[in-house]
Structure formats: C-alpha cells, structure tokens
C-alpha cells in the first residue's frame, strides 16, 4: 500500500508539472507584433528605448506546443524597390540593401519553457544566418495583460536587452 500510494503521489506530481508547462506554452500561443526594444540603463536603473535598434518591427509567433518563428527588420527595409533587377543596382544600392538584410533577424525554432528559472529556450532549427543554425538562445519571461516581455539572458551589442510584444487580436 505505501508503495502504491508512493506511486501515486509521484504521477500526480509528474501530471502536474507537464500540466504547468503546458499551461505556460499555451500562454504563448498566437501572434505578437514588436512593442519596444529596451536596453537597461545601469545609471537610472531603468528600461530605455534601445537607441541602435529604434524604428524596428516585426513579429514572433508561437503555437502553443512547442514550436516558434520570429522576423525583426530594420528601418528602411520596406523602402527599397523589391521589383528592380538585382543587375540594375549600383554598388551603393547593393551595398545599403545587404546591410539590411543582415541586421534583419529571422528564425525557427523549437520552443521549451524552463519554469524554474521563468525563461524560455529557443532551439534554433533555421535562420538568416547560418551561424546560428543548431544553437539555443534563452530568454527570461514575463506576461502582463496582453505584453509578453522578452529579456535576453546574454548581452546583445554589449547591453541587457529586452523585446516587449503585443498580443495581436
């Protein structure tokens, strides 16, 4: 009997674990469109708005079991003309047209929540940049109302950063 009653008590406990989890990926799930980019300011010990990154958009998207996709684009982006030849640009077009693509940021990835530390970890299956094929990126979370705040566990351009995502409807 206390053998069984052992057993039981370590199912209920391992149940509800998974149910926690899965509660907590299914608080991800759907569509969320950039808010902010913030860096922390060690003087003022407050948020700011991240001055490298101002006029950024983009979404991540999340579906709730497991799996996840993010694009960010610089300011400018949509600005130059998609339907010229790529022959027909001058060096300085070609030039300005890379440099935004590569501080575009896009990825797939798996997703796993980390209860214990609140955070997130994102299994990199594909991406812009191939470096990053195969690599994890953890970020801490946070949910208020309808804002998911995303801060990043390592420096980014040598600053704490965070992402603040609005729920789309």
């Given at each position: 009997?206390?053998?069984l009653?052992?057993?039981?008590?370590?199912?209920?406990t391992l149940?509800?674990?998974?149910?926690?989890?899965?509660d907590?990926?299914?608080?991800?799930?759907?569509?969320?469109?950039?808010d902010?980019?913030?860096?922390?300011?060690?003087a003022?010990?407050?948020?700011?708005?991240?001055l490298?990154?101002q006029?950024?958009?983009?979404?991540?998207?999340?579906?709730g079991?497991?799996?996840?996709?993010?694009?960010?684009?610089?300011?400018?982006?949509s600005?130059?003309?998609?339907?010229?030849?790529?022959?027909?640009?001058?060096?300085?077009?070609?030039?300005?047209?890379?440099?935004?693509q590569?501080?575009?940021f896009?990825?797939?990835?798996?997703?796993?929540?980390?209860?214990?530390?609140?955070?997130?970890?994102h299994?990199k299956?594909l991406?812009?940049?191939p470096?990053?094929?195969?690599?994890?990126s953890?970020?801490?979370?946070?949910?208020?109302?309808?804002t998911?705040?995303?801060?990043a566990?390592?420096l980014i351009?040598?600053l704490?950063t965070?992402?603040?995502?609005v729920?789309?409807k």
């Amino acid at each position: 009997m206390k053998y069984l009653l052992s057993g039981f008590f370590l199912m209920s406990t391992l149940i509800q674990c998974s149910s926690n989890r899965s509660d907590t990926m299914e608080k991800f799930r759907g569509m969320w469109k950039l808010d902010k980019y913030e860096s922390y300011d060690s003087a003022t010990n407050s948020w700011l708005p991240s001055l490298n990154r101002q006029g950024y958009t983009g979404y991540i998207l999340y579906d709730g079991i497991g799996h996840m996709g993010v694009q960010l684009i610089p300011p400018g982006f949509s600005d130059f003309d998609a339907d010229k030849p790529i022959d027909s640009l001058d060096a300085k077009e070609q030039t300005r047209i890379l440099k935004l693509q590569l501080r575009s940021f896009i990825y797939f990835a798996d997703a796993k929540i980390i209860e214990k530390e609140n955070s997130i970890e994102h299994h990199k299956l594909l991406s812009n940049d191939p470096i990053e094929w195969g690599t994890t990126s953890t970020r801490n979370f946070e949910f208020r109302g309808d804002t998911l705040i995303l801060t990043a566990k390592e420096l980014i351009a040598g600053l704490k950063t965070r992402l603040r995502w609005v729920k789309c409807k």
